[in-house]
């Protein structure tokens, strides 16, 4: 082979689509579908190799502890079914990913995800790893506060993550406990209940004491 063959062999294995791009998709999508079906307890490293058709060793070699590789799936996976909106105000933005949110929830994989997360005995590795996953989610979504206080929606003190937890849980729980699907005028509504809440928490920091 040609010097030319070579680069040309290697550059192509790097592009995005090439076989290391594939292998990865295959093992993400298998990670997936395994902890959907039977949760993180029962989830290991020969499951995902046999879906796959990925060979353990290759999996060990790339992603080490199998909590790493469920934290690269959901993120994956988050990353692409939940992208951070940028509409231009903080109600829109907060109600379009309180839709996105809702979407997720409403599908098979994606509340089976949730309640694996939510269900995951406490393996050191694995508590670890959801923590990493919901603060990586966390720092990913706050731009949307950020940009609020940039546009003096929010004041420049604004709690990034009570703002995102007040949004994120409700949606859970319809979805995980009470198994209710979310409907558009609840998602409006609940976002301008937020967002009323934000408003009066900023008015009660710069009220003056009247003691």
């Known amino acids: 082979m040609s010097k ?3 680069s040309e062999q290697t550059e192509a294995s790097r592009r995005p689509g090439g076989r290391s791009a594939r ?6 999508r298998s990670t997936l579908e395994a902890l959907a079906e039977n949760g993180t307890s029962s989830l290991t490293v020969s499951e995902i190799a046999r879906r796959s058709g990925v060979h353990a060793t290759s999996i060990q070699r790339r992603w080490g502890a199998l909590p790493n590789l469920i934290l690269d799936a959901l993120l994956s996976y988050s990353q692409e079914q939940l992208p951070v909106p940028d509409t231009g105000n903080l109600r829109d933005d907060m109600v379009a990913l309180a839709r996105l949110i809702a979407a997720y929830l409403n599908t098979p994989l994606g509340v ?13 590795q694995l508590a670890e790893s959801r923590a990493q996953f ?3 989610r966390y720092d ?4 949307i506060v950020d940009r609020a206080i940039d546009r003096h929606e929010l004041p420049a003190d604004a709690d990034h993550q009570l703002a ?4 994120v849980a409700p949606l859970h729980f319809r979805a995980l406990l009470v198994r209710q699907p979310v409907e558009e005028d609840r998602i409006e509504r609940m976002v301008d209940t937020l967002l009323h809440g934000l408003a009066g928490q900023a008015s009660a920091r710069t009220r003056p004491d009247s003691r």
Do not use: I, K
């Open 4 to 6: 030319s063959e070579m």
């Open 112 to 124: 089976a995800l949730a309640q694996a997360m939510a269900t995951a005995e406490e393996d050191p």
């Open 134 to 136: 919901w603060g990586t």
């Open 23 to 28: 292998v990865r998709a295959d093992v993400l």
């Open 164 to 167: 995102l937890e007040l949004l």
């Open 140 to 143: 990913v979504t706050r731009v």
